[in-house]
Each structure stands twice: as structure tokens, then as C-alpha cells.
């Protein structure tokens, strides 16, 4: 009798010791390029749809139109993220001035700010065009910004370097260090480089 209790309680002590590992190992998660992607992983959406459109607007107008394969919904964490997205921007006479690609972003309702990462590519209605790992787009400011490596083209002109600011229409940017350049035309392009 006393084996077999023995036994039992060896067999308890190794199941509550993997458990331990397994518990210990779900809650060291991997970074991500979001805090709210690793938050959301750890909730249940509030809502979850397929091939769906997001407008965002201010004050009546519109201003970004965001399509994506998928979408979850997270009241809790203020938080809709998405997967492979295009994005139309438009200026304020309601005109398209840039659309984006991306294979992933979330918007924060509250803010209407919109941060997405993976293959971004921008074009503006003026031909330039702008790839990134990822970019950010405030709201309030209507302003672009990104710390990744990017690749500004336009026409024959080749930009590139690392960090950048610019407008949602890339009719004025900065490109933050590390620039290299080709220029064979430099007509249309208004570029604050350097801070020059």
C-alpha cells in the first residue's frame, strides 16, 4: 500500500512540475510590433468579420478608407486589428491623394490613428512612392512617420534611408538619416532632408 502511494505521489509531483513549465512558458509571449496584438491574443474579440471596410472621418468628412481580408474587433483595448489591408486616403475635397497596402495594422478608434507593418507600400496621386516595414499615421496631425528603412520613388528618383516624416500625400517628407539618393528629375518633388 505504501508503494503504491508512493507511486501516486511521484506521478503527481512530474505532472505538477510540467504543468508549472507549461504555464510558466504560455505567459513569456513573443514582442511584437504591437502592444495591443500581444493583448489581443490574450482576449476574445468582441467581433470578428471578413473582407470588411472601416471609414475613418472627422467632422463629417471622410478621410482614410481601410479594407481588410480580416478584421478583429477589441472594445476592452480600444483596438481593430487587421490583416491585409488596402487603404485609401483622400484630401479634403473628398479627392483621393494616396492608397496603401500592408500586411497588417490596427487602428485606435478613439484617436483615429492607424499603425501597420509588413510590405507597406504608399503611392499618391502625384506618382510618389513610398515602401516601409512599417509606418504610422497620427490622426490629428495628419502625419506619417516611421523608424523602419524606407525607399522613396518617384519617377527616375530613388530616396533612401531610415526614419521619416511626411504628409499622408508625400508632397512633403523627411527622411531622418542614412539618405542616399539617385536624381535624374527633381521637378515636383518638395523634399525636407536633413532638415534642409
Known amino acids: 500500500m505504501q508503494m503504491i502511494h508512493r507511486s501516486v505521489s511521484s506521478v503527481l509531483f512530474v505532472f505538477v512540475a510540467i504543468l508549472s513549465a507549461l504555464v510558466g512558458c504560455s505567459e513569456r509571449m513573443p514582442e511584437s510590433s504591437s502592444d495591443a496584438v500581444t493583448e489581443s491574443s490574450r482576449t476574445i474579440p468582441d467581433q470578428i468579420l471578413y473582407d470588411s471596410d472601416i471609414m475613418l472621418s472627422d467632422k463629417g468628412l471622410k478621410e482614410v478608407l481601410i ?8 472594445l476592452s483595448i480600444d483596438s481593430t486589428i487587421m490583416s491585409e489591408i488596402e487603404a485609401t486616403f483622400f484630401d479634403t475635397l473628398g ?6 497596402v500592408s500586411d497588417s495594422g490596427i487602428v485606435r478608434e478613439k484617436t483615429n490613428n492607424l499603425h501597420v507593418w509588413g510590405n507597406v507600400v504608399v503611392v499618391s496621386n502625384n506618382g510618389v512612392k513610398l515602401e516601409a516595414d512599417s509606418l504610422f499615421w497620427d490622426h490629428d496631425r ?7 528603412f524606407v525607399t522613396i520613388t518617384h519617377g527616375k528618383n530613388v530616396q533612401t534611408g531610415y526614419g521619416l516624416e511626411s504628409d499622408s500625400r508625400l508632397t512633403k517628407f523627411h527622411i531622418k538619416r542614412q539618405v542616399k539618393g539617385r536624381f535624374e528629375n527633381i521637378e515636383g518633388i518638395e523634399n525636407k532632408q536633413n532638415g534642409s
Open 67 to 74: 479594407h481588410s481580408a480580416y478584421l478583429e474587433k477589441h
Open 95 to 100: 479627392h483621393v491623394s494616396s492608397t496603401l
Open 142 to 148: 495628419n502625419l506619417v512617420t516611421t523608424e523602419s
